[in-house]
């Protein structure tokens, strides 16, 4: 006996300014994050992979919504959200940054952009940050205003992506840095580019900052993109797995903190500034952990179908200590690849495991991570 359901929601999920234009070339389905859709299926996500790596996709990330801090204690505020230290951060900048509560727990992983000396934006992951960073301006005592502005992302990634925004901007977009950014018009459209994109790879994201030329600037970019072999495209599960990225809910939550992901290069506890959470952090640095995420080669298995929709148990010696947060196939590297939470004790490379998948123990061993360019050469090149 088989059944379907059907979902239909309301106007309290938000339509992207490129929503139109997806279906247009063709998006299969959609996800919700930070309450709006979010284009996940484009055909074959192996394809949409092999799409990425070998020449570029344009992905509708418009839920990435934008946290604008302004005001003469704009600066000083920033700061307060987040361990990571800002006082080097040139304007022009973009910085990854953790925000964290007072328990030293992660809220979001967005990537920071310095606009002007006392102008922001929190681009985000998927958590409220908006109404976090109003709540903290209300009792701070500093003079900040916190909105969400007219601004919808698209990522334009691969390894082509760099002649196709040549195509688009002219030679001197070329000289933007790695985590960098800059304001542009392309047709007297207004936005903000930088070279920053959750791939990966070499990659772009552009800040479209008025919604309604959303359809027209997506066309104007896949026109460009075509004589290199653009294709429309989500974000890659397989890619991002394989770099070792986190994906804020599954990987991260506000239970996990810094130091159990490997970010505690993220944290200063030395600098001056105060931060929310700068004394548990501290305490948490000097307990030490008792958990880890590590990388898993799930080998005792058929290549998966698609990733993981349930976080699997981990077991060793008769016991459980941890689960698996993300898993998928890696058609590159032919393997099943995941990142994971363990215990401390069963976190070192090399290590069996088992994987409880569908209440069946899949043999696993703990592996190094990034599963792919450790150094991220591409991303930077």
Same mark, same amino acid.
């Given at each position: 006996m088989s059944s379907s359901v059907n979902t239909g929601f309301g106007t309290q999920i938000r339509k992207s300014p490129y929503f139109d234009a997806t279906v247009r070339w063709g998006v299969q389905g959609f996800s919700v994050y930070n309450h709006m859709y979010i284009p996940r299926d484009f055909g074959s996500p192996e394809q949409n992979f092999w799409n990425l790596v070998n020449t570029a996709i344009l992905c509708d990330v418009a839920v990435e919504r934008q946290v604008e801090i302004t005001g003469p204690d704009a600066a000083v505020f920033t700061q307060l959200l987040t361990p990571? @230290?800002?006082?080097?951060?040139?304007?022009?900048?973009?910085?990854?940054?953790?925000?964290? @509560? *007072?328990?030293g727990g992660i809220l979001n992983d967005p990537?920071?952009?310095?606009? &002007?000396? @006392?102008?922001?934006?929190?681009?985000?992951?998927?958590?409220?940050?908006?109404?976090?960073a109003q709540g903290v301006a209300v009792n701070s005592g500093l003079d900040v205003t916190i909105s969400e502005p007219d601004v919808s992302p698209l990522q334009l990634q691969g390894p082509v992506s760099g002649e196709i925004m040549k195509s688009l901007f002219? !030679?001197?977009? =070329?000289?933007?840095? %790695?985590?960098?950014?800059? !304001?542009?018009?392309?047709?007297?459209? $207004?936005?903000?580019? #930088?070279? /920053?994109?959750?791939? #990966?790879?070499? &990659? %772009?994201?552009?800040?479209?900052?008025?919604?309604?030329? +959303?359809?027209?600037?997506?066309?104007k970019? =896949?026109?460009?993109?075509?004589?290199?072999?653009?294709?429309?495209?989500? /974000?890659?599960?397989?890619?991002?797995?394989?770099g070792g990225m986190l994906s804020y809910h599954a990987d991260a939550d506000i239970h996990t903190n810094p130091y159990e992901v490997g970010l505690g290069r993220l944290v200063d506890l030395e600098m001056e500034a105060d931060f929310i959470g700068k004394a548990a952090l501290k305490r948490i640095q000097q307990d030490g952990v008792r958990r880890k995420q590590v990388g898993l080669c799930i080998? +005792?298995? !058929? $290549?998966?179908?698609? $990733? @993981?929709?349930?976080?699997?148990?981990?077991?060793?010696?008769?016991?459980?200590? &941890?689960?698996?947060?993300?898993?998928?196939?890696?058609?590159?590297? *032919?393997?099943?690849? *995941?990142?994971? =939470?363990?215990?401390i004790d069963y976190?070192?490379? &090399? /290590?069996?495991? !088992?994987v409880m998948i569908a209440g069946e123990p899949v043999q696993a061993i703990v592996a190094e991570k990034p599963? %792919?360019? $450790?150094?991220?050469?591409l991303a930077a090149a």
């Open positions: 990571r @230290n800002l006082s080097n951060m040139a304007v022009g900048q973009c910085k990854y940054v953790l925000i964290t @509560n *007072a328990s990537i920071l952009l310095r606009l &002007g000396e @006392n102008h922001f934006w929190l681009s985000l992951a998927d958590s409220d940050i908006l109404l976090w002219g !030679e001197s977009i =070329m000289d933007l840095r %790695y985590y960098w950014l800059r !304001e542009v018009e392309l047709d007297g459209i $207004p936005m903000i580019v #930088s070279r /920053t994109g959750w791939s #990966s790879e070499l &990659g %772009y994201e552009i800040y479209l900052r008025d919604g309604s030329r +959303g359809d027209e600037l997506w066309e970019i =896949m026109a460009a993109g075509q004589p290199f072999g653009l294709q429309p495209g989500h /974000t890659s599960t397989i890619r991002r797995i394989e080998d +005792g298995v !058929e $290549p998966l179908s698609g $990733p @993981n929709s349930d976080f699997w148990p981990i077991d060793c010696q008769g016991k459980t200590v &941890g689960k698996v947060t993300s898993a998928v196939h890696s058609p590159r590297l *032919a393997r099943n690849i *995941a990142l994971a =939470m363990v215990d976190a070192d490379i &090399g /290590t069996q495991v !088992e599963f %792919y360019d $450790p150094k991220k050469q």
